[in-house]
Structures are given as structure tokens and as C-alpha cells.
């Protein structure tokens, strides 16, 4: 009777097989079953990530129009974050705050510095593109902020996922749009505000997501509701193109990615490479 061993010689071929060798056939060992709501829910991520690139767009669009004043967005941009850090510590009851360890004064410092910092370098950034055309200057934002949707972290771990990597890409784009503003403090509001929207408004995001999941999509929806909302008042086109893409990332994805699981069909047999799950370790010592 034919055995499964090497040490053995037997009247075989080498790559015979007897029929026992599909018994241990299995299929979508490791395949994950979705439900469509939790999907749903997961796609909010690039929701949100979508509506913060679209409000940064239409902000900067009223600036250089004239429609909105840099001390007007500063100051919604200040009550806001406040907002924002009270509701960071009260969403966990400050216990990530307790865990890191890091005080409010060290917030409030890192605050001022980095708003000393843009301040005094916002006539350099207000000049640093005066030699590159505008077309250019609008072509490198979009691929830029482009950048920024694809290497944004929403959860999965992928190695094209990069925060650091994204949050560059962003704050690149803020420097090229500020750059075409009109004066210094344009420019100054704006990449303060770049730095609110794509770095902290995710953090928050992130926690709401994890402690209060019903409040994390209702926050959603509102967002993205102003975003359209914003978006509309410059183009109704450009509202109706950005709310279909809300659509489809957010029902018709999610149903896909249903459907085309019931396509799958992986298969795990003996011919599968060995897997050693005893431990060896006593052999190294």
C-alpha cells in the first residue's frame, strides 16, 4: 500500500497518488465572511478622508475668491479645535491621556511653537513657489493630495500604507495652494488649517470610531453633508459627481465586495508547503 514518506522505497512512480490525497482537500480555510452594515461602516473611513480633502479644496477656493477672510477661518478653525480637545479627552474619559502620560501644558506648548514656526516662515512659504507657474503649482496639489488618499492609514495593514508618508503629501499640497494666496497670513491660516484637518481631525476620528461607533457615524454623515453642501456653492456639477462618489464608495463597494466573496475559492490540501507549529526553541539554547 502506497505511504506518504520519503524514507521509504516503494513500487511507485514519484508522483503517484492514491485516492486518499483529495480527502484532505478544503476550501476558503482562512476566507473572511463580510456583512454589508460592517462594511458600510468600515468605508467611513475614506468617507471622512474624501470630505476633509473636499472642505480643504473649497476653503482654500473662498480665500482666493475673497469670500472668506484668513481671521475668519482662523477663528473658526481656533473654536473648533477647541472643541475638537475637549471632545478627545471626553470620548475615553482621558484615559489615553492618562496612558500617554502627556500633560496639557506640553499640548499647549507644542501648539505655540508650531504656530510660531508657520507665522514666522508664512512670507517664505508665500514666495517659495513665485518661480513655478500656476498650472504646475495646481497640477503638483492634486497629486499631492491624491497621494495623500492612497498612502492614508484607514485601518488595514497593507505595507502601501504610510501616515507620515500621507500627512507630507497633504501639508505639500497646503504650502503650493498657500503660495497663490494673497498675502503672508493667507498663507499662514491656510497651512494651520491643512494641519487641523489632516492630522488632528483624524486622530479624533480614529477614537470616536473606537469608543463611540453610533457617534462616529452620525459625525459622518454631518461631515459629509457640509462637505456636499460646501462643494455646491461653487459647483453643482462638481456636488453631484462628489456625492455619487460618496455613494459608491460607500453602498455599491461594500455590496461588490459581498458578492464577488461568494466567488472565491481557495484550496488547501497536502500539497501545501509544511507548516512546523511545535516549538524549537529548546534547540537554539
Not at 514656526?117 to 504646475?136: A, M, N
Not at 484637518?197 to 454623515?221: E, H, R, S
Not at 455613494?247 to 481557495?266: E, F, G, M, V, W
Request: glycine letters at 4%.
Amino acid at each position: 500500500r502506497w505511504q506518504k514518506v520519503l524514507y521509504e522505497r516503494q513500487p511507485f512512480p514519484d508522483n503517484y497518488v492514491d485516492q486518499r490525497f483529495l480527502e484532505e482537500l478544503r476550501k476558503n480555510v482562512h476566507a473572511r465572511r463580510y456583512r454589508y452594515w460592517a462594511v458600510v461602516f468600515q468605508s467611513g473611513a475614506v468617507v471622512q478622508q474624501l470630505c476633509s480633502v473636499c472642505v480643504f479644496v473649497v476653503t482654500w477656493w473662498y480665500m482666493d475668491a475673497g469670500m472668506l477672510s484668513p481671521q475668519g477661518l482662523f477663528g473658526a478653525a481656533l473654536v473648533s479645535s477647541l472643541l475638537g480637545y475637549v471632545l478627545f479627552d471626553a470620548v475615553d474619559g482621558g484615559a489615553g491621556r492618562r496612558e500617554s502620560r502627556r500633560t496639557r501644558w506640553a499640548d499647549l506648548k507644542s501648539t505655540l511653537v508650531f504656530a510660531a514656526f508657520t507665522y514666522g516662515f508664512s512670507p517664505v512659504l508665500k514666495t517659495l513657489t513665485e518661480s513655478i507657474s500656476t498650472d504646475t503649482i495646481y497640477a503638483m496639489s492634486a497629486l499631492m493630495l491624491l497621494g495623500h488618499l492612497i498612502f492614508f492609514d484607514y485601518g488595514a495593514n497593507a505595507a502601501i500604507v504610510s501616515s507620515t508618508l500621507s500627512l507630507n503629501m497633504a501639508l505639500f499640497a497646503s504650502v503650493c495652494l498657500a503660495s497663490r494666496l494673497p498675502r503672508s497670513l493667507h498663507a499662514f491660516v491656510m497651512v494651520t488649517f491643512a494641519m487641523q484637518i489632516f492630522a488632528l481631525w483624524p486622530m479624533l476620528q480614529k477614537k470616536m470610531k473606537a469608543q463611540t461607533p453610533w457617534c462616529y457615524v452620525g459625525v459622518t454623515v454631518l461631515f459629509a453633508l457640509a462637505a456636499l453642501a460646501a462643494l455646491a456653492t461653487i459647483s453643482s456639477v462638481g456636488a453631484v459627481l462628489f456625492v455619487s462618489l460618496l455613494l459608491a464608495i460607500s453602498c455599491l463597494c461594500p455590496y461588490c465586495l459581498i458578492r464577488l466573496q461568494l466567488l472565491k475559492d481557495n484550496i488547501h490540501g497536502p500539497w501545501d508547503e509544511a507548516e512546523i507549529k511545535e516549538d524549537l526553541s529548546r534547540f537554539l539554547m
